[in-house]
């Protein structure tokens, strides 16, 4: 239960963070979408983010294992 609260937590902040920042930007500045590298840089964090914090926590809760195991 606890992986999987890690990977939502995670998950949802990379997106909220990265696509909250990016609509910050357009609409401060007055800018379309797309209309600088920075802004699709973190669009694509936030698409990701959903593999991103799988793969954390994955490698985060697998080492944690091999801890108490040795």
């Not at 696509?19 to 694509?44: A, C, D, K, R």
């Amino acid at each position: 239960m606890k992986k999987i609260r890690n990977y939502l937590i995670l998950t949802f902040l990379l997106t909220y963070v990265s696509w909250g920042i990016m609509i910050m930007y357009t609409q401060v500045n007055n800018v379309p979408f797309g209309s600088s590298s920075f802004m699709l840089i973190l669009y694509v964090i936030g698409v990701v983010g959903p593999a991103i914090g799988a793969i954390v926590v994955n490698k985060k809760m697998d080492s944690m294992y091999n801890l108490k195991v040795s």
